[in-house]
């Protein structure tokens, strides 16, 4: 299904361009407004929380000036993660909920995710019907100035969603004893991250929570993870958690200054849940899982489902095969237990609490071997280029020379202008060549 304006995970794109700009949100505001108003009549509420992107302040009262426009009463919550927004959306009962957020992307970039009240990333077929309304006329949707929505900002989306992340543990769960390095990516996770664990009784030590609205991933964040490696080196922390821009990634370190990927995270959760008879029917993870993992859980008779790529697409697997863990080696992990999307601390505590019953954080994740993998981002100017004849043949000259020695995946990516190349084998020479004979053709 080919979509004008959404991507793999919502809108995305650089400010003050094509889609990303006051003119364009007014718009998104309104066609979202319209649609979700339909689909309730006796209520009209939509929650909007951001991360710290100073191009928040621009894109923001235009998101809510489409939406009060369509007659939506609109709360707003400033700066709280994902998974806290799409929480709040469910428990306050709202027709939906936007994150305005271009998640892991630099500074420069913003965008969209939109929730439906059930806490969930909307469906392909309900942002077609979305987009189909962004194209219409404007004066088609605007309410009477009677009916226009109303506006209130709410201060406590940080506590509320603190609250709900602890009431999926025990009462008497604490983290006293453990030295936890926490680096937050001077984004949406800044306050409640720190918040949290010190609530717990941990001994935090906190990294990037100083945003200034153009330092969001710059240098810290999951995307760079070397920060937690380092502090947790230097002051002998027991695990470091970072998190992207809009925290619902997370990326973690053990206690040697090993860097765990969403991979090895998952896989560790996954022995957890089987031996405490928590895992329900298997994992899902994606094209971009690494083939370690599938050999993993092949041995120990876990089933394992590979989605496209996207959490959105994770999630919809997971719901249609029942299972109740899944995600990414980026870090989107979702717990399906206890929530709808991915929550890079939600996913720490579940790790955290494991580490309480008296495991090192090095023995909790060391479950099974990657095989090794490369990931190459080229930058292009239209990626349809990956259907150009010459590239096809490059993709399958490679795949013929990997066949039954690793695998290959070639693929858009969804919310930036670049083509991935990803190969994994154990013959590192073969890979590397199977590598530059489709960059040499996209080039």
């Not at 909007?48 to 369509?70: F, H, M, N, Q, W």
Request: aromatic fraction near 6%; include cysteine; proline fraction near 3%.
């Amino acid at each position: 299904m080919t979509k004008k304006y959404f991507g793999t995970d919502g809108i995305r794109g650089l400010v003050n361009s094509k889609n990303i700009n006051g003119d364009m949100f007014f718009k998104f505001g309104l066609a979202a407004g319209t649609f979700f108003k339909n689909q309730k009549k006796d209520k009209q509420i939509a929650i909007i929380a951001k991360d710290t992107r100073l191009s928040g302040y621009t894109l923001e009262p235009a998101l809510v000036s489409g939406l009060t426009s369509a007659g939506m009463h609109v709360f707003t919550l400033g700066p709280l993660p994902t998974n806290g927004l799409a929480m709040l959306t469910k428990t306050m009962k709202a027709n939906m909920g936007i994150m305005i957020t271009a998640s892991h992307n630099p500074h420069y970039d913003n965008g969209l995710k939109l929730f439906g009240p059930d806490g969930l990333k909307l469906s392909d077929k309900i942002e077609k019907k979305i987009e189909g309304l962004i194209d219409k006329k404007i004066d088609k949707q605007l309410s009477t100035p009677r009916v226009l929505g109303r506006v209130k900002r709410l201060e406590d989306g940080n506590e509320l969603y603190i609250k709900i992340l602890k009431k999926n543990f025990p009462k008497n769960f604490s983290l006293k004893g453990l030295k936890i390095v926490i680096d937050c990516a001077n984004g949406a996770g800044y306050k409640s991250g720190p918040k949290l664990l010190k609530s717990l009784g941990a001994k935090v030590t906190s990294i990037g929570t100083k945003p200034n609205g153009l330092n969001i991933n710059k240098k810290c964040g999951s995307t760079f993870p070397k920060k937690i490696q380092f502090a947790v080196k230097k002051i002998r922390a027991d695990v470091g958690i970072s998190l992207d821009g809009d925290a619902d990634r997370v990326i973690m370190c053990d206690e040697k200054g090993n860097i765990v990927d969403g991979d090895q995270i998952i896989a560790a959760l996954a022995s957890r849940w089987k031996i405490k008879k928590m895992l329900r029917g298997g994992v899902v993870g994606t094209q971009m899982s690494n083939y370690g993992l599938e050999k993993y859980f092949r041995l120990k008779k876990i089933k394992f489902l590979r989605a496209n790529v996207g959490d959105r697409y994770v999630k919809e697997k997971m719901q249609k095969y029942n299972f109740n863990l899944g995600g990414e080696q980026s870090g989107h992990i979702i717990l399906g237990k206890f929530a709808t999307t991915g929550d890079g601390l939600l996913v720490a505590l579940e790790v955290l609490f494991a580490l309480k019953k008296g495991k090192k954080a090095s023995q909790f994740f060391n479950v099974f071997r990657r095989t090794p993998q490369i990931l190459e981002n080229i930058i292009v100017k239209d990626k349809s280029i990956i259907n150009a004849t010459k590239v096809k043949k490059a993709i399958k000259e490679a795949n013929n020379l990997m066949k039954g020695n690793g695998r290959m995946l070639v693929r858009k990516s969804g919310t930036e202008p670049k083509i991935r190349i990803m190969g994994e084998s154990d013959n590192k020479k073969l890979l590397i060549r199977c590598i530059k004979i489709i960059k040499k053709r996209i080039n």
